[in-house]
Structures are given as structure tokens and as C-alpha cells.
């Protein structure tokens, strides 16, 4: 027997298209996973985004504990050992600092000599902030200070009009001063504390308070609350701020290594 070929009517059922409510779920569906993979984007990026600034700031306290020790350090270091440090460094003493009240920013100045024969050669193992070698018998001055950037506009530590440390919002300065001569600071005080008093020469130690901040804003939902306080000096304090930047205050207590007669 042979077969009835098929009518038209059992062709258009078998080659049947979706229906327009089947359309329109199967978009639906697919913008909600579009809205979702770019939440899960927006969100990775964002992550990311607050993770690269943080460790900027990290690696930024790093360098500038690591630069401002070893400048400090340095601080009346004489190329002649046995020369007398009140005559090496009597025009210009082996440490200073200029003393300002919060917002404002205190600088610091560190001198000291360099190392070499005397004649021109640096041998490298004294430098200046900048890197620069210095040579026997060469006075060199270091002045940290907190200036903005003409380019970016933003605040940072520089060190002889170079900036070294981008975003560092504020730098207070206190002398530890020794009262007993046994070479350990008994006290901390303000820089013009120290001056007015005419005890420069019971200074044994430098204590460095920087507040450094991220390079963007971050994706935390709330501003900067935080008040910060600069060595606990009631003055000096900063904040709250109305940005969503992550701050770190950070305190720094350097010796002097070459407080000798």
C-alpha cells in the first residue's frame, strides 16, 4: 500500500516558530543575566580598583619610613670623626625644623657630611635624599616638606623641592629631648618647644607623624569620618573628611645616631 503524501496543514504544524511570549521570556532571561555578569564586573573592577591604591599607599609608607630613617639617621654625621660638632654644624645646625599648627604642615631639616676623599670623590656610602653622593667635607641640607604637586594638584612629601611620596596629606614634627644625659628621650616636644628653651643639643630623637591617603576615591559607601589626631598634640588634629579616600596615619620614633660632642 502506499503511502499519503503529507498535507500542507501537518507541514506548517512540524516547522511550528516560537510563540511571542516564549520570545519575549527567553530576552527577559537573558537581560537578567546581562544585569547580573555586569554587577559581578562592576563589582570585581571596583575591588581591584581599592586593592591597586591601598597597596600604593603600603609601598608609599614603606619608602618613606625606609628614607626618612636613613636620612635621619645621617643627621650630624661628620666627615671627620674627631672634629667637634658644635663647630661643624654651628652655622647651620644639624637638625631644624620649621613648627606649624595643623592643617598646616611642619618641614624638616637634616644636615650632615658627606663621605669620599675630599677632593670630589663621593664613595658612595653617604647620599642625600635625592640619592645624590656626597663627598668629605660637603655640607649636604635635607628639607622634607609637604607641597603639592603642580601637575596633579594633590599633596605630597618632597625632599629639596622633589616630590619622593605622592599623597601625603600632612607631616607633624616632635624632638625627643633627653633631660638626664643618659641618651633616651624622657620627653616629646613641639620643635619651637625645643628652640625656645636652647636645648637643641638634648635632642636624641625625631618623632615623624605622616597621614597618607589613597589616589582615588573607593567604592565603601560612607566618607571619611575619622578625625586624625597628629601626636596627640589637641592642636593638631585633621578631619572628618567628606570624600571616600582611605587614610593611614602613621607615627615614626628615629634615633640620632650621631649626637657627639
Do not use: W
Not at 653622593?133 to 623641592?161: H, P
Amino acid at each position: 500500500m502506499t503511502s499519503r503524501p503529507a498535507t500542507p496543514r501537518s507541514r506548517r504544524a512540524g516547522s511550528r516558530g516560537v510563540t511571542l511570549v516564549e520570545l519575549m521570556i527567553a530576552v527577559a532571561i537573558g537581560l537578567l543575566l546581562v544585569v547580573v555578569l555586569a554587577q559581578l564586573f562592576l563589582g570585581s573592577r571596583q575591588t581591584f580598583a581599592t586593592t591597586d591604591d591601598v597597596s600604593r599607599m603600603q609601598d608609599s609608607i614603606r619608602f618613606s619610613q625606609i628614607l626618612m630613617t636613613r636620612t635621619i639617621h645621617l643627621a650630624g654625621y661628620k666627615s671627620q670623626a674627631n672634629s667637634v660638632t658644635a663647630t661643624v654644624f654651628k652655622a647651620f645646625p644639624a637638625l631644624e625644623a620649621v613648627d606649624r599648627a595643623a592643617p598646616n604642615s611642619d618641614d624638616l631639616i637634616v644636615r650632615y657630611q658627606g663621605s669620599g676623599d675630599g677632593a670630589g670623590v663621593a664613595d658612595g656610602t653617604v647620599v642625600d635624599c635625592l640619592g645624590a653622593k656626597v663627598d668629605a667635607g660637603q655640607m649636604i641640607t635635607n628639607t622634607f616638606k609637604i607641597e603639592k604637586n603642580l601637575s596633579s594638584g594633590r599633596l605630597g612629601l618632597t625632599c629639596n623641592g622633589a616630590e619622593l611620596v605622592p599623597d601625603v596629606l600632612n607631616m607633624q614634627i616632635m624632638f625627643g629631648e633627653d633631660l638626664n644625659g643618659d641618651l633616651v628621650a624622657d620627653r616629646y616636644i613641639t620643635p619651637d618647644a625645643v628652640t625656645v628653651a636652647g636645648n637643641m643639643s638634648n635632642v636624641v630623637s625625631v618623632r615623624v607623624a605622616l597621614l597618607f591617603e589613597t589616589p582615588t576615591e573607593t567604592s565603601k559607601a560612607v566618607a571619611d569620618a575619622t578625625v586624625y589626631d597628629m601626636l596627640g598634640n589637641n592642636v593638631e588634629k585633621l578631619g572628618p573628611f567628606a570624600d571616600r579616600r582611605i587614610r593611614r596615619l602613621v607615627v615614626t620614633t628615629i634615633n640620632l645616631r650621631n649626637r657627639t660632642p
